[in-house]
Nanobody, 126 residues
Framework: QVQLVESGGGLVQAGGSLRLSCAASGRAFSRSAMGWFRQAPGKEREFAATINWSGGSTYYAESVKGRFTISRDNAKNTVDLQMNSLKPEDTAVYYC???????????????????WGQGTQVTVSS
């Protein structure tokens, strides 16, 4: 497995922006697609965004499309999530996840990821 550590969460007012970052270590980062998921209190974990191994292909949940941007830097072993126009309903713990090595395409299914970070809290106030 790969070790993933998220950072960048915090408290922001509605309409504001945050940038989450995920640092990976432990195996060939560039051989894995990556994803961001989130879990709000009392709700199941849900997909937010995913990116393929090269960064050339991305896919977003409808709820975040046009507001969030996922990107990666394979030289630095990081994957970021830029979140703009935040809404109170974006409040959640955000998790970075990695697919196994050799799975180069992104996925919206949490079951297709084998490594997860501890999560970072994002709170959007109204």
């Amino acid at each position: 497995q790969v070790q993933l550590v998220e950072s960048g969460g915090g408290l922001v007012q509605a309409g504001g922006s945050l940038r989450l970052s995920c640092a990976a270590s432990g195996r060939a980062f560039s051989r894995s697609a990556m994803g961001w998921f989130r879990q709000a209190p009392g709700k199941e974990r849900e997909f937010a965004a995913t990116i393929n191994w090269s960064g050339g292909s991305t896919y977003y949940a409808e709820s975040v499309k046009g507001r969030f941007t996922i990107s990666r830097d394979n030289a630095k072993n990081t994957v970021d999530l830029q979140m703009n126009s935040l809404k109170p309903e974006d409040t959640a713990v955000y998790y970075c996840a990695a697919r196994p090595p050799g799975f180069y395409s992104g996925s919206y299914l949490s079951s297709e990821y084998d490594s997860w970070g501890q999560g970072t809290q994002v709170t959007v106030s109204s």
